[in-house]
């Protein structure tokens, strides 16, 4: 089992050997490739991912671990339908423990989160691929019909975040 598809390339290891691999996403492939929206790749690394694409083309069998990540597997790497794609969730495996009332309502007064209606919670990076921006716009269309609050868990909003918040108020 190849765990992460950025090893791809090592297939030809296995040499006829029983295999799976296990693809995560397909952005740093789509960056290189041109997709706008990701991010900008250097030579090398379009060379890198244009070997990974390749690679992940000579697989029997892709796991994904996520519903879109096997939509992108199927148009970008499974072209021809003769890999079996299929998804595993990642498991969760850091020992959650519910914490005390009191505990939860120091950690949002803390980060000045009301609970005086719904909220809408997005947990991620800052990263473009993330569409923070289209979550602020989507919460602004929504929200003047439903009244919830936005929290985000992550890194701090950018400063164009913020100015898009306060744009669309």
Not at 30 to 43: E, F, H, N, R, Y
Not at 64 to 91: A, D, M, P, W
Not at 129 to 134: I, M, Q, Y
Request: glycine share 4%; hydrophobic share 35%.
């Amino acid at each position: 089992h190849i765990c992460d598809h950025s090893n791809a390339m090592y297939i030809w290891l296995l040499d006829g050997k029983p295999h799976i691999i296990t693809c995560h996403d397909l952005g740093a492939i789509m960056a290189a490739m041109g997709k706008k929206d990701l991010w900008s790749v250097k030579p090398t690394g379009k060379i890198l991912q244009k070997a990974i694409h390749k690679s992940l083309t000579m697989f029997k069998k892709i796991i994904c671990v996520s519903e879109y990540t096997k939509t992108e597997v199927e148009r970008l790497i499974n072209k021809k339908g003769k890999i079996e794609v299929s998804v595993i969730f990642n498991g969760k495996n850091y020992n959650y423990k519910k914490i005390s009332n009191k505990k939860a309502n120091d950690i949002l007064k803390k980060n000045n989160i009301k609970l005086d209606k719904p909220f809408l919670l997005s947990v991620g990076s800052a990263h473009p691929r993330k569409n923070r921006k289209t979550i602020i716009r989507v919460y602004q269309k929504i929200n003047k019909k439903l009244k919830f609050n936005l929290v985000f868990v992550g890194e701090t909003l950018s400063k164009d975040d913020i100015n898009l918040l306060r744009s669309l108020d």
